[in-house]
């Protein structure tokens, strides 16, 4: 039971890292990103590559993945720079999807769908499954404080504030002589960098990886996590993450204590409730679990 | 605003304290009952088979419980979604050990999700039982915790590549979705035909399974002149597939895998672009005593070679469980090739396999998907494999060997 609450908390870290990353990009400047999980598969893929093939260190690979990533974001900043709402969208999903299927193709470098096993963890192997586990709790939630700190400094920030310009009206904001685009490219590298190394750890974490792990799923859960703790909070993003980890869960808890269930039906069940979960909070609380607050709303 | 805001605050910690107290009630609950995982894939790609592989494994472990269970100890499934999806595989698994404590998991579908999830059973030390084919699976550090049913791919095609060297294929076009199977596939394919006269892989195209036109490789396949084309595919691409090749006018041998081509292929493509098309798949021993139980307590439907596997996933880990008298993860892994292989009486369901076990006999099960023998990897040894041939909207029987 315990490791088992352990591992879900890690996962919960996980995606508070995305959610973070994903905040910044999209709660602060306002750029709608549905590519998250391809930047969490190239930080995967990047740290698991460098440290299974090149016999590289374990944090020299996690940085790595987090650099690979920000500059995939970066790029991608650059190739979005005229989009914008659902436009953005579709192309940022797109490159998620463009991500997951180089992975299955280029097998001299991915192994294809067959995926990467034996990628290292930290003390894997030396400690028993259960410190593993609690080893690593540490690690992703430190990981979470580090770049919860990291944002919300970023957010209260000149630079955030620009940000927040942008996502409001980027035609004021490049009139007050803001250059938009490289604000842009900023905030989607330092976002796109969170994700990354959220992706490394949860590669050396699994000990596998796989382009079938790397489904638009998970961008659905990180939206829904950033959605329910309240866009541009930082604090909502890790609250939300751990809302989203609990309702994938406890679900599964609920739909066994109803009696008459089969296994079936629960599976649907569970599914239609995080569904309906996310159709309520849009209708009924659109700004989250914790609101963003900024200085001049707080002081009316 | 602000009652709001408390409302909902009070909402969520009454969510997570509900949970907390589903979570306790779950570990106080455990006593004397053996406990099973089942991971079947209930949604996503896999959603088609994961309920009847289910069934399957439910009803054996209703039979045995009926039979006094293992040694007095009754049997429980506990069964998690594993959405196809090797992250929500991992935490179902996750929570079947760490929650449940299931002394063995079975029923993984994808090859991914069974690479997952395989480390979490090795480090706790429970086998895993898997009907995933690819190769790289039983070639992972396992300690002999994992079972796999299915033959893998390599055997797969070489026994495929057989079939239509004797059937006077000498030109073979191989056409595959990107897969785990698919340069495997190749590789044992070229082996094949280079040890024939005059045989030869004459192209190969992988492509990706969403595509919905294939002009291109139809063309690329007319233009070799192969007498044989393999799609080596799934349903959607293989039905596509199969019309461009007839509009093309291809006139050679059509060889698929049998779960690229069903019933449901029959109702879209006409008969005459059906016809001729050759399948093959591992075959469940229809006529063993096992697979006709099975079919009757399905309702004398069709069964898949899915369902056979888990059935036999099932009767597997409690006649080993059964014959340990212990019912731990290490106990039935180590007694899986007792009970499996062996001069052992021959028995062909979990109800005669205890009995004979409580009478201190020694057993050899044999399965509805097969023998059921594993070598030392735990890959399965001597499957027949099924040829049929699409006539009229039918698949009519080539061979069973």
Known sequence: ?300 | MTETRIGRRAALWGAAGLTTFAIGGKAFGQGAPVVFGALPPLTGAGGPYGPAMLRAIQQVVEEANAAGGIRGRQIRVVAEDDQTNPDAGVRGARKLIDVDRVSALMGTWASSVTTAVAPLCWENRIPLFTVSGADSITLLPHQGFIFRTQPNSRLQIATGADFLIRQGARRIFHLAAQSPFAQSSQDTLVEKMRGVQGGAVTGYIVYERDKTAFRSEVDQIMRSRSDTVFLNGYLPDVTILLRELFRAGFDGRRFTPAYAVNQSTFQTLPNDVTNGVITWQPSPDVDSGAFRRLQTRFGNVEVDPYSAQTNDHATLAILAAAAAGDAGGVAIRDNVRRISAGDGERVDNVTDGLRALAAGRAINFEGASGPVDFDERGDIRGTKFRYERANNGRFELMELR
């Open chain 1, 1 to 300: 039971m315990e490791s088992y609450l352990v591992a879900m908390l890690v996962f919960a870290g996980l995606y508070a890292l995305m959610a973070l990353g994903l905040n910044v990009i999209w709660g602060l400047a306002g750029m709608v990103n549905l590519g998250l999980v391809g930047f969490f598969a190239v930080g995967a893929y990047a740290s698991a590559l460098l440290t299974t093939k090149q016999f590289w260190p374990m944090p020299l690979g996690w940085a790595a993945g987090a650099a690979v990533a920000a500059a995939a974001g970066a790029v991608m900043a650059v190739i979005v720079a005229r989009l914008r709402g659902d436009y953005l969208a579709i192309v940022t999903l797109g490159f998620a999807e463009v991500i997951r299927l180089v992975a299955s193709n280029e097998i001299w470098l991915t192994n294809g769908t067959d995926g990467i096993s034996g990628i290292p963890g930290p003390w894997r192997g030396a400690v028993t499954p259960q410190q593993f586990n609690l080893i690593f709790l540490g690690i992703v939630w430190a990981a979470v404080a580090l770049a919860f700190l990291l944002c919300a400094r970023v957010s209260h920030s000149p630079f955030g504030r620009v940000l927040r310009a942008v996502r409001e009206d980027q035609d004021v904001a490049a009139v007050a002589g803001k250059p938009v685009l490289w604000f842009k490219v900023r905030a989607f590298c330092l976002g796109a960098a969170v994700v990354g190394f959220a992706g490394a750890l949860y590669a050396h974490y699994n000990a596998y990886i796989a382009p079938d792990g790397f489904a638009p799923l998970l961008t659905i859960y990180i939206v829904l996590a950033l959605t329910a703790g309240g866009v541009g909070a930082m604090r909502g993003a890790i609250i939300g993450a751990l809302v989203v980890v609990l309702l994938l869960e406890g679900t599964r808890f609920l739909a066994q204590a109803i009696p008459g269930v089969t296994p079936v039906q629960k599976a649907a069940l569970r599914e239609s409730i995080i569904a309906l979960s996310l159709i309520l909070l849009l209708r009924f609380r659109p700004q989250g679990l914790i609101p963003e607050r900024t200085r001049t709303k707080a002081r009316p």
